[in-house]
T-cell receptor
Framework: QQPVQSPQAVILREGEDAVINCSSS?????VHWYRQKHGEAPVFLMI?????EQKGHEKISASFNEKKQQSSLYLTASQLSYSGTYFC??????????FGRGTSLIVHP | KAGVTQTPRYLIKTRGQQVTLSCSPI?????VSWYQQTPGQGLQFLFE???????NKGNFPGRFSGRQFSNSRSEMNVSTLELGDSALYLC?????????????FGPGTRLTVL
């Protein structure tokens, strides 16, 4: 079942913060976050594993609440380059990923 | 390191034809996953190959198949094309030693079925 992302769209000014949420109705083993710019391939941002392990990039942070099957991606002090569509992907025990519909983030100067 | 490459980048086919897409992973990566991306359904997992074996499979009909070669390059085949197969097909590679792991996406093949 597809995870649900919220909000669907966010509009920010440079320097503002944003939080993107990802919720699943099934027990999760991992949550992945990607950013995709128009006409480009998705770029890996972060992976969070059950048990607390995280792998990702320095300027991106995220949380994974295993009990609630939810993850949140935190974008702080946003830059113009943060604009794009953010996807979460989730896996259960089968390791087959399913993806949310995406959150469109627009950062204005 | 060179990134993931996919060929061709664009393809136009007609209904009923078949198509083969190619993906070359990052050197040293043994896992290749394939995804279909459409405006209507979003990003959907097709299958994953690791060391020439299909390790995971998504919920797509048997018309969609793939394989992986000993050099980790992978091909995806779609037979008897339908209009709904028009999509961006992405492949992603990872080291594959841990599941799941960071994935590196290629630029995609844009398939249009007329």
């Amino acid at each position: 079942q597809q995870p649900v992302q919220s909000p669907q769209a966010v509009i920010l000014r440079e320097g503002e913060d944003a939080v993107i949420n990802c919720s699943s109705s099934k027990a999760l083993y991992s949550v992945h976050w990607y950013r995709q710019k128009h006409g480009e391939a998705p770029v890996f941002l972060m992976i969070l594993l059950k048990g607390g392990e995280q792998k990702g990039h320095e300027k991106i942070s995220a949380s994974f609440n295993e009990k609630k099957q939810q993850s949140s991606l935190y974008l702080t002090a946003s830059q113009l380059s943060y604009s794009g569509t953010y996807f979460c992907g989730t896996t259960g025990g089968s390791y087959i990923p399913t993806f949310g519909r995406g959150t469109s983030l627009i950062v204005h100067p | 390191k060179a990134g993931v490459t996919q060929t061709p980048r664009y393809l136009i086919k007609t209904r009923g034809q078949q198509v083969t897409l190619s993906c070359s992973p990052i050197s040293g990566h043994r896992s290749v996953s394939w995804y279909q991306q459409t405006p209507g359904q979003g990003l959907q997992f097709l299958f994953e190959y690791f060391s020439e074996t299909q390790r995971n499979k998504g919920n797509f009909p048997g018309r969609f198949s793939g394989r992986q070669f000993s050099n980790s390059r992978s091909e995806m085949n779609v037979s008897t094309l339908e209009l709904g197969d028009s999509a961006l097909y992405l492949c992603a590679s990872s080291s594959g030693t841990e599941v799941p792991n960071e994935q590196f996406f290629g630029p995609g093949t844009r398939l249009t079925v007329l």
